[in-house]
């Protein structure tokens, strides 16, 4: 037993299913016509060597390498939660808690922290085994690639969340199945992207589109394309500081692939793309890639459940309406960086949609009753973020803590603004292409058709090169706020620790005494945040993982 403990420790693997000769198939559901493939129970425990022989088999270990996006310390909560709330977006509104990744205050020995490495290798170890053992049955090739396109791809997803958070990191290209050795060394971080980058080219040959699934659950060819947009931006920006028209040329190159293929589009309607998620309808044109979770935790046993609308929705206490903490604050930053819709003959709308503009009371005066209650203009930092009300949630058994609502990882508005930042940086000023880009996703955000020009919202056709950057900059500010992406995009543009500075004097001169507290993370902030630190126990348990991250 003290084995398997020190195993499932090792470099984080988790390895729950890796005991030598012993292999632990979680077998979460077979593959189906079923849009929800996530949403069957665990099976067997077998050996490896009679393991992997089927199709079905190899379908069922496909399921256990997504299976890792639905941890709580993954999608289902931390990296939109914990790990997005230190941003100029959002604060914790918890006024007690000093500690933790939310406020910026923690050590290499953060349970979060390493959960969430343990769980990244855990899914990559699942890849690997699959990868590993992916031409043993016998089987049409066709069928073979596409599972193959896709647990290459989360493999390398799984290394772009390390390496994007932790820089240099342990790379193991094939499967844990001993504890022989424990040591593996840290990877260069470039060498790191050349493999995440080798395996999701590799990928887009295999997988199919969209169009054969119907559903965005599924890695598909433009969602391939689209993260791989995102990856060559990541790896355009900062800490690196070579070949930036290289890997903008690449992002580029992607993200007009997604354009070109026709498929994708935006929705008309900017709060029905999370509508959609609410109730796990599947519309592929703007949704390209998304966590799907299921169950609320009653009636089966075996749920994949969200915390997602439960701690950062509407703040309600009646179960039927659906249950909200409203853990997560906006910024008085991002509502003011809406234009003032008072002001306007026509609105941004989506200020109104990501930013609560109400709570819900359930008891005033000790009387109970259901009621909406809107927020004064001046109570800005009381607003929670709303993108996902449980209100639309259809689940008949709603739950405190526990939704089934989808979080989108790639939205076609992204892919939009991927492409124009990337131009802009290639060509030192955007093309016609790249301002008309922008503009569709301004024109949605104000309710308008997203082809017709506007007088509105259009930027102007001769803008320069460093105004249609910060133009970008902030139209991801607005559409994109709450999706966990904020983070990141300040660290690889190099403006995270100056941002969150800046952030803490306009709350110090301009926010409430009573929401002082939204500083916290802006005044704890120094130049070793960019990365999160490598595990304590990691280190421990490790002896090839050598130094620690800068100031950890």
């Keep these: 037993m003290k084995m398997l403990k020190l195993i499932n420790r090792f470099i984080g693997h988790q390895l729950t299913k890796v005991v030598s000769p012993l292999v632990v198939i979680i077998v979460l559901c077979q593959i189906t016509a079923c849009n929800k493939f996530l949403d069957k129970q665990p099976q067997t425990v077998v050996p490896v060597e009679n393991y992997y022989n089927t199709e079905t088999q190899l379908n069922s270990a496909l399921t256990g390498v997504y299976v890792t996006l639905t941890s709580d310390n993954l999608y289902a909560y931390a990296l939109w939660g914990i790990f997005g709330l230190p941003t100029d977006e959002s604060f914790y509104k918890n006024s007690t808690v000093f500690n933790g990744p939310q406020v910026l205050n923690y050590t290499s020995s953060n349970n979060t922290i390493y959960n969430t490495w343990q769980d990244l290798y855990e899914g990559i170890n699942r890849a690997n085994l699959l990868l590993d053992n992916i031409n043993k049955p016998v089987m049409k090739d066709s069928v073979r690639n596409l599972i193959k396109g896709q647990a290459l791809f989360l493999r390398g997803y799984y290394y772009f969340l390390l390496v994007s958070n932790w820089g240099d990191v342990p790379m193991p290209l094939t499967a844990t199945t001993s504890p022989d050795n424990l040591s593996s060394p840290r990877i260069d971080a470039k060498i790191v992207y050349d493999q995440i980058i080798s395996d999701m080219t590799l990928a887009d040959s295999l997988v199919a589109p969209i169009t054969k699934y119907g559903y965005g659950g599924r890695v598909s060819k433009t969602a391939v394309e689209g993260i791989l947009a995102r990856v060559c931006l990541f790896r355009a920006g900062f800490p690196f500081t070579d070949d930036h028209s290289v890997w903008y040329s690449k992002s580029l190159y992607w993200s007009n692939k997604v354009i070109n293929s026709g498929i994708h589009s935006l929705n008309p309607s900017y709060s029905q793309v999370f509508i959609n998620n609410c109730q796990n309808i599947h519309e592929i044109k703007e949704c390209i890639w998304e966590v799907e979770f299921y169950g609320t935790g009653i009636g089966n046993p075996y749920p994949q459940t969200s915390k997602l609308g439960?701690?950062?929705?509407?703040?309600?206490?009646?179960?039927?309406?659906?249950?909200?903490?409203?853990?997560?604050?906006?910024?008085?930053?991002?509502?003011?960086?809406?234009?003032?819709?008072?002001?306007?003959?026509?609105?941004?709308?989506?200020?109104?949609?990501?930013?609560?503009?109400?709570?819900?009371?359930?008891?005033?005066?000790?009387?109970?009753?259901?009621?909406?209650?809107?927020?004064?203009?001046?109570?800005?930092?009381?607003?929670?973020?709303?993108?996902?009300?449980?209100?639309?949630?259809?689940?008949?058994?709603?739950?405190?803590?526990?939704?089934?609502?989808?979080?989108?990882?790639?939205?076609?508005?992204?892919?939009?603004?991927?492409?124009?930042?990337?131009?802009?940086?290639?060509?030192?000023?955007?093309?016609?292409?790249?301002?008309?880009?922008?503009?569709?996703?301004?024109?949605?955000?104000?309710?308008?058709?997203?082809?017709?020009?506007?007088?509105?919202?259009?930027?102007?056709?001769?803008?320069?090169?460093?105004?249609?950057?910060?133009a970008v900059y902030d139209e991801r500010f607005r559409e994109l706020c709450f999706e966990g992406l904020r983070r990141n995009d300040l660290i690889r543009w190099g403006t995270y620790v100056s941002t969150m500075k800046d952030l803490a004097n306009i709350i110090k001169t301009s926010a409430p005494g009573n929401f002082q507290f939204a500083a916290l993370a802006g005044n704890n902030i120094d130049s070793r945040h960019v990365l999160f630190p490598i595990p304590i126990n990691e280190i421990s348990l490790n002896p090839g993982i050598g130094r620690q991250n800068p100031g950890w």
């Design 310 to 470: 439960s701690y950062n929705g509407i703040l309600c206490s009646d179960l039927e309406i659906g249950f909200s903490y409203a853990q997560i604050n906006a910024q008085a930053k991002l509502f003011n960086a809406f234009p003032d819709n008072l002001k306007l003959t026509s609105s941004d709308l989506r200020r109104d949609w990501a930013i609560s503009p109400y709570k819900w009371d359930t008891s005033i005066n000790g009387v109970t009753v259901i009621k909406k209650n809107n927020f004064k203009i001046t109570e800005i930092y009381n607003r929670s973020a709303a993108k996902w009300r449980r209100e639309y949630e259809l689940s008949a058994n709603k739950t405190k803590n526990n939704t089934s609502i989808n979080f989108p990882l790639l939205r076609y508005a992204d892919v939009l603004l991927m492409k124009a930042e990337a131009e802009n940086e290639l060509n030192n000023g955007p093309t016609t292409a790249d301002i008309e880009a922008v503009n569709q996703v301004r024109r949605r955000g104000y309710g308008l058709p997203v082809n017709t020009p506007s007088t509105v919202t259009d930027l102007p056709s001769g803008i320069t090169y460093a105004n249609f950057q910060l």
